[in-house]
């Protein structure tokens, strides 16, 4: 099987084993090859969804609005290789060191904002964006879901990472993640789902298209 990447993610070999990279400034210690930074699966759903070969049909360049950005780690890589890239984040301290990453990626834009008042970022994201990424980890993470869709195009993507125990830790992440299914299909034909557990404990990858 090829392997489906955007173009400016590639696998690179740091310290002899291979690695996703994408090229710009280091975040989070992350290690470097001249201008290539290798990108932490386990510090990151999304690339936890691009290591499990998940369809995720980025090929570069997209409009991409980020729910849950906090201090950067995954944007930063969305934002080496994306286009405009809409990074929202509520609290005020993982935000500081957004703004830091963003220093050295003029396409990154921070929004200290709640990603459940999308009204309240409506004039400063533009509509029509090609994909939604979301990993808010908090209750209510299909609603986020829902409520965001007004941003993406018809024929956009939501790259959504949910986390079963910020819905409820008494219940079984399977029964979880059917609610959450559930709740999306008002809005979204879900396209897949993998368990992200090689990365991630009790995480649920989706890649879903607005209906
Ligand atoms: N996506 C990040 C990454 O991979 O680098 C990690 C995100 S962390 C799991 C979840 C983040 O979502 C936290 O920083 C939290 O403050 C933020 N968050 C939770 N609810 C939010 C909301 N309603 N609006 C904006 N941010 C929110």
Known sequence: ??????????????????????????????????????????????????????????DGGETVLYLGAASGTTVSHVADFAG????VEFAARPARDLLEAAESRPRLFPLLKDARKPETYAHVVESDVDVLVQDVATRGQARVALENRRFLADGGQLLLAVKARSEDVTRDPDDVFADVREELEEGYEIVETERLEDYHTDHLGVVARPR
């Not at 996703?20 to 990108?39: D, I, K, M, Q, S």
């Not at 405009?84 to 990074?87: N, Q």
């Open 1 to 58: 099987m090829s392997e489906q990447l955007p173009d400016g993610v590639e696998r690179r070999a740091f310290d002899g084993s291979e690695r996703l990279a994408t090229r710009g400034e280091p975040v989070y210690g992350e290690p470097t090859e001249g201008e290539w930074r290798a990108w932490n699966p386990n510090r990151s759903k999304l690339g936890a969804m691009l290591e499990l070969g998940m369809d995720t049909s980025l």
């Open 84 to 87: 405009p890239t809409y990074a």
